[in-house]
């Protein structure tokens, strides 16, 4: 079948270098427009067997491929994807809502993830150990060598479906592994044209191999023929995962709860607009969207009214419109549950000074105030357009509310003092501290990742492959 021209409709499953139909095809729908835009397989337990059997019978195919020639590989996967980048983009923003400029800015910034990839496959090394410290080891050579896994699965979200993927197969491809891929429910045509790409680009049958619905997730992580297992998405399946796998490694990106710190000291205009662009775009779907927003008290005032006037500015509507800022959440449920929230805070005393109301699959960008710890939209992952601000009075104490939650994935601080950027540093328990910037802050070749219950392991080309690959050691007496 020409996966090509029935992409849009009927999405396929690639199992061993064949595009595959499933038995059952499910509808993929249009969360602004509530109409079906696609068709993809609900994968069985007989493709998944397909799917490792070939992955497993290609892992000594992708590992025996040199070095170059994997970097080769993802450089024309990397090319095509420019070309093809404005397509991409459009199937993006009718399946999950995004705005068409964030659909595509997703598309054209994964250019750097395969790029780095590439990099990397040409410089993954061990190391030299001397062992002439003792006596035991004197006069004898010893290496530790790096080599690939095997069988990597990976599990992708909806909410940066065309990067996020490319942050699992990029690396594990560049390593030398091959791949079981199952997509998101809500995006499984973005996965389809990244699986186009490689597929286009050369990739050996057998290397990439992808499912969807929602049934072999559960299977496809217990299974032993799974040797690593890289997943993004919730802490809850999260700790599903770790449960299910055994002493298996894997690499999990959970959940966060978008925590900024701002000084007295701050640029109180670029930290508003920062915090303000940053809580809605992607319709706060995104882990280190920005959520809860500590303030000093004595800018307090002049912040959230700057805070205010900026989420205001932001335009919500149609996501295929250029000039829409804010799509839609991915479907209506999930914002009615956001809704539901508010409207608890609402109860419980928190004011909404802009925002809070809801039409289908869309929510108004929200800011809230007078909120309290305990309540869901501070304490709990909103994932969602939704921001609330609380003051402060002594910067030791922000820092460690931000380090006792029980996320731990990016938080932003903003100061002008070098003093007080240490300091959050070295007390703030978390993955990442952005000095003058939000918790939204990631570029693909940094270390991204969490502690606590925003996950295990980090994400970045670089970092990536050193999980997906395992050290042995070499021992030679001379």
Not at 86 to 105: F, L, P, Q, Y
Not at 132 to 140: I, L, N, R
Request: aromatic share 4%; net charge negative; with cysteine.
């Amino acid at each position: 079948m020409d996966s090509s021209n029935q992409a849009i409709k009927r999405i396929p499953m690639l199992i061993g270098g064949e595009w595959r139909e499933g038995a059952t095809m499910d509808p993929v729908n249009d969360p602004y427009r509530n109409e079906i835009v696609s068709y993809q397989p609900r994968s069985t337990r007989a493709d998944l067997d397909a799917a490792l059997n070939a992955a497993v019978a290609a892992k000594s195919v992708i590992a025996a491929m040199p070095g170059f020639e994997r970097a080769a590989l993802l450089r024309r996967v990397s090319a095509l994807l420019l070309e093809r980048a404005d397509m991409i983009a459009e199937v993006m923003s009718r399946e999950t809502g995004k705005a068409i400029k964030d659909a595509r800015g997703e598309v054209v910034r994964s250019q750097d993830t395969i790029n780095l990839s590439a990099e990397e496959a040409i410089r993954i090394e061990g190391e030299h150990i001397p062992l002439d410290g003792s006596a035991m080891g004197a006069g004898k050579i010893a290496l530790m060598l790096r080599f690939p896994v095997g069988v990597i699965a990976g599990i992708t979200p909806f909410n940066a479906p065309f990067n996020l993927a490319a942050h699992k197969v990029a690396p594990a491809i560049a390593s030398g592994n091959a791949v079981v891929l199952k997509g998101p429910p809500q995006a499984p045509g973005v996965v389809h044209e990244l699986t186009r790409l490689f597929v286009d680009a050369g990739t050996p049958p057998g290397v990439l191999n992808t499912l969807y619905g929602p049934d072999v997730g559960p299977e496809l992580v217990r299974d032993p023929r799974v040797d690593f297992v890289t997943f993004t998405g919730s802490t809850r399946v999260g700790a599903e995962i770790k449960a299910a796998t055994g002493l298996r490694r894997v690499a999990l990106e959970l959940g966060g709860a978008g925590q900024t710190i701002v000084h007295d000291d701050a640029d109180i205009g670029e930290a508003a607009t920062t915090c303000a662009r940053n809580s809605m775009r992607l319709a706060g779907q995104s882990c280190i969207s920005v959520q809860t927003v500590y303030v000093h008290r004595a800018v307090y005032d002049a912040f959230v009214e700057k805070l205010v006037a900026e989420v205001r500015t932001l335009k919500l509507g149609d996501p295929a419109d250029p000039q829409t800022d804010v799509g839609t959440l991915i479907d209506e449920r999930t914002a009615q549950r956001i809704e539901s929230w508010v409207r608890e805070a609402e109860a419980g005393g928190a004011r909404i000074l802009t925002g809070g109301k809801r039409k289908g699959a869309q929510l108004e960008p929200t800011v809230l105030v007078d909120v309290t710890p305990s309540m869901k939209v501070v304490c709990d992952e909103v994932f969602g357009p939704v921001v609330s601000v609380l003051p402060y009075d002594d910067f030791g104490a922000a820092c460690a509310t931000v380090s006792d939650s029980r996320f731990g994935l990016q938080c932003g601080v903003f100061t002008k003092s070098i003093h007080l950027a240490i300091q959050a540093v070295r007390s703030i328990r978390t993955g990442g501290v952005i000095i003058n910037g939000s918790s939204t802050w990631r570029t693909d070749q940094l270390a991204y990742g969490g502690v606590k219950d925003s996950g295990i392991g980090r994400e970045g080309p670089r970092y990536a492959i050193r999980d997906m690959t395992e050290e042995r050691l070499m021992l030679l007496n001379l």
